[in-house]
């Protein structure tokens, strides 16, 4: 490997004057992310939007790959990248198979291309040279990583206009290279540098502009001189979380007060331990019915614990503050604003902020009994420790949730259950174990045990809480990293890597997320469509009068 002595300096974040406005090109945030969306509609108004959870896992899949232009603090301009090994760039495919359905989920750290996937510019904001800074921004990405070089599908709209001139999209690519059409977007990058090597047929179908089609272009690292591809290796680095699942024992309490005391025991252990999460069980709030003067029907209850919802957000809070850890508060009956029933867990970060994460399929028994509904979001939350995700209990049995958390950039995902028999709890338990395996992740189970005297639906509660991973050489040798004993109240605690992760992601003995096949199937999730609100059937339960079940 040959390189020059000196560099070009990288333009990581500059900023100059632009009349009375200042300029800002620095890499991507989660906050940056309705920004983005907005600029896209924008500088695309014939092409599909994005999701803001495609936005999210592009960020979060390889932050160092993605760079916005703000001018007077809009954003203006964003470009997203990722590295990819040679043989997957320079195979035929298209935009939705190479991006990994638009989240950059593709993402290689053993590639040593980097492959862009999207560029836009403000059309408003002229003469600031926004689509060059964030070229050389990727360029100096690819230098600081001594990659080979360059790669993405380029645009050529005004191919649509001239389709009847010529014989086809490469006849065109010709005569714009020839100088004999003219295409704005093909010319600007020409002249930065890169290289037409090829037409990628039906790359993006839905850009009609250009009749689906894309140019291939290159750019190599002057650099870098390889004669043959090279595998680029992750060091097997650490980058270690604490994470404690609270078994709790269900118990009757004379008031919110000792109820609250309970709660604040483990957040005290957990704490002491210097554990980053805890994590409680689904419904764990139940206890609060057991104080009530005479047994109410399972519609009384959940008004009658909807009552203590804000109280209960504020108080978790302020635990996770004064005590420095990121509380995952099990779940708790809310009236929403729209009057129905649903199944919440908040999640309280030791930063302040409260986020709420609603179960997605309600059981038979809990559509029947309390007639909770399901809600209809699930996203990565995010944390001083990467981001996270949440299911509560039966949605760990379907694989598609799990999937999008990961595509957005899960590493960890929390299960808070309540089950009452030993057949519910090994559906969670052999699903959350597949799921850790699928999406190469860590997930996390707290479950209750024994029983609510005087509260419907508690009369029995069977848990096993457990640390899952997945299963190959740097994990725990059954994949569990630690698990509680039966029925038992008890805290269990983990160290678990998230840079273990990385490398089986990459170098794993199997490889789950970059092996799927991109090309034959994918999940498409529904964030603006009109289901939200929509009435579920209160059929007959399918089991034994328990609100859980797995």
Same mark, same amino acid.
């Given at each position: 490997?040959?390189?020059?002595?000196?560099?070009?300096?990288?333009?990581?974040?500059?900023?100059?004057?632009?009349?009375?406005?200042?300029?800002?090109?620095?890499?991507?945030?989660?906050?940056?992310?309705?920004?983005?969306?907005?600029?896209?509609?924008?500088?695309?108004?014939?092409?599909?939007?994005?999701?803001?959870?495609?936005?999210?896992?592009?960020?979060?899949?390889?932050?160092?790959?993605?760079?916005?232009?703000?001018?007077?603090?809009?954003?203006?301009?964003?470009?997203?990248?990722?590295?990819?090994?040679?043989?997957?760039?320079?195979?035929?495919?298209?935009?939705?198979?190479?991006?990994?359905?638009?989240?950059?989920?593709?993402?290689?750290?053993?590639?040593?291309?980097?492959?862009?996937?999207?560029?836009?510019?403000?059309?408003?904001?002229?003469?600031?040279?926004?689509?060059?800074?964030?070229?050389?921004?990727?360029?100096?990405?690819?230098?600081?990583?001594?990659?080979?070089?360059?790669?993405?599908?380029?645009?050529?709209?005004?191919?649509?206009?001239?389709?009847?001139?010529?014989?086809?999209?490469?006849?065109?690519?010709?005569?714009?290279?020839?100088?004999?059409?003219?295409?704005?977007?093909?010319?600007?990058?020409?002249?930065?540098?890169?290289?037409?090597?090829?037409?990628?047929?039906?790359?993006?179908?839905?850009?009609?502009?250009?009749?689906?089609?894309?140019?291939?272009?290159?750019?190599?690292?002057?650099?870098?001189?390889?004669?043959?591809?090279?595998?680029?290796?992750?060091?097997?680095?650490?980058?270690?979380?604490?994470?404690?699942?609270?078994?709790?024992?269900?118990?009757?309490?004379?008031?919110?007060?000792?109820?609250?005391?309970?709660?604040?025991?483990?957040?005290?252990?957990?704490?002491?331990?210097?554990?980053?999460?805890?994590?409680?069980?689904?419904?764990?709030?139940?206890?609060?019915?057991?104080? @009530?003067?005479? %047994? &109410? *029907?399972?519609?009384? !209850?959940? $008004?009658?614990?909807?009552?203590?919802?804000?109280?209960?957000? #504020? /108080?978790?809070?302020?635990?996770?503050?004064?005590?420095?850890?990121?509380?995952?508060?099990?779940?708790?009956?809310?009236?929403?604003?729209?009057?129905?029933?649903?199944?919440?867990?908040?999640?309280?970060?030791?930063?302040?902020?409260?986020?709420?994460?609603?179960?997605?399929?309600?059981?038979?028994?809990?559509?029947?009994?309390?007639?909770?509904?399901?809600?209809?979001?699930?996203?990565?939350?995010?944390?001083?420790?990467?981001?996270?995700?949440?299911?509560?209990?039966?949605?760990? @049995?379907?694989? %598609? &949730? *799990?999937?999008?958390? !990961?595509? $957005?950039?899960?590493?960890?995902?929390?299960?808070?259950?309540? #089950? /009452?028999?030993?057949?519910?709890?090994?559906?969670?338990?052999?699903?959350?174990?597949?799921?850790?395996?699928?999406?190469?992740?860590?997930?996390?189970?707290?479950?209750?045990?024994?029983?609510?005297?005087?509260?419907?639906?508690?009369?029995?509660?069977?848990?096993?809480?457990?640390?899952?991973?997945?299963?190959?050489?740097?994990?725990?040798?059954?994949?569990?990293?630690?698990?509680?004993?039966?029925?038992?109240?008890?805290?269990?605690?983990?160290?678990?890597?998230?840079?273990?992760?990385?490398?089986?992601?990459?170098?794993?003995?199997?490889?789950?997320?970059?092996?799927?096949?991109?090309?034959?199937?994918?999940?498409?999730?529904?964030?603006?469509?009109?289901?939200?609100?929509?009435?579920?059937?209160?059929?007959?339960?399918?089991?034994?009068?328990?609100?859980?079940?797995?």
């Amino acid at each position: 490997m040959a390189k020059a002595p000196k560099k070009r300096p990288s333009a990581r974040v500059s900023g100059e004057k632009v009349g009375k406005a200042r300029l800002l090109v620095r890499q991507a945030m989660i906050k940056d992310i309705r920004g983005i969306a907005a600029l896209v509609r924008r500088a695309y108004d014939d092409l599909p939007a994005y999701k803001q959870s495609e936005i999210r896992g592009q960020i979060n899949n390889f932050p160092e790959g993605c760079f916005v232009a703000l001018l007077d603090e809009e954003v203006v301009g964003y470009c997203a990248s990722m590295q990819l090994p040679e043989p997957v760039v320079f195979a035929p495919h298209d935009w939705d198979e190479i991006s990994g359905n638009g989240y950059g989920s593709r993402h290689d750290p053993t590639g040593d291309w980097l492959y862009g996937y999207e560029m836009c510019v403000d059309p408003k904001v002229r003469g600031v040279r926004i689509g060059r800074r964030l070229y050389e921004e990727r360029r100096a990405l690819a230098e600081e990583r001594e990659l080979t070089g360059i790669v993405f599908g380029g645009r050529m709209p005004n191919y649509r206009r001239h389709q009847r001139k010529v014989e086809g999209p490469q006849d065109y690519l010709d005569q714009v290279i020839a100088g004999k059409i003219h295409d704005p977007v093909l010319r600007f990058q020409l002249a930065n540098g890169f290289e037409a090597v090829g037409i990628l047929e039906g790359y993006l179908p839905e850009d009609k502009r250009s009749a689906g089609n894309a140019v291939k272009m290159v750019w190599r690292n002057p650099y870098i001189e390889r004669d043959t591809p090279v595998k680029m290796r992750i060091p097997r680095g650490v980058e270690s979380v604490r994470v404690a699942t609270c078994q709790l024992q269900a118990r009757a309490v004379k008031d919110y007060d000792e109820f609250l005391r309970a709660i604040r025991y483990f957040i005290d252990v957990a704490s002491d331990y210097e554990a980053d999460f805890i994590v409680f069980p689904e419904l764990f709030t139940l206890m609060l019915l057991s104080f @009530e003067e005479k %047994e &109410l *029907s399972p519609m009384e !209850a959940i $008004e009658r614990l909807s009552e203590y919802t804000p109280r209960l957000k #504020t /108080d978790i809070s302020d635990f996770a503050m004064r005590y420095n850890i990121n509380i995952i508060a099990g779940s708790h009956p809310t009236r929403m604003d729209d009057g129905d029933i649903h199944n919440v867990a908040y999640i309280c970060l030791r930063d302040g902020s409260v986020h709420e994460q609603e179960k997605i399929h309600p059981t038979p028994n809990e559509r029947y009994w309390w007639n909770i509904r399901g809600g209809d979001k699930i996203n990565v939350i995010q944390t001083d420790c990467g981001p996270i995700g949440v299911q509560i209990c039966y949605d760990s @049995e379907f694989p %598609e &949730l *799990s999937r999008k958390l !990961a595509d $957005e950039g899960a590493r960890i995902i929390f299960v808070p259950f309540c #089950t /009452d028999s030993r057949q519910g709890y090994l559906r969670v338990r052999y699903c959350s174990q597949a799921r850790a395996i699928e999406n190469q992740c860590f997930v996390v189970l707290s479950g209750n045990v024994g029983n609510l005297p005087n509260v419907a639906n508690m009369d029995i509660q069977y848990a096993q809480s457990c640390i899952l991973t997945p299963c190959d050489f740097p994990f725990a040798r059954d994949g569990i990293a630690a698990e509680a004993t039966e029925n038992v109240e008890t805290l269990t605690i983990s160290d678990v890597n998230l840079a273990d992760l990385s490398w089986a992601r990459a170098e794993g003995t199997v490889r789950n997320l970059a092996d799927r096949r991109f090309d034959l199937y994918r999940i498409e999730w529904d964030e603006d469509g009109d289901h939200a609100g929509k009435p579920r059937p209160r059929t007959e339960p399918l089991g034994p009068h328990s609100v859980g079940g797995g």
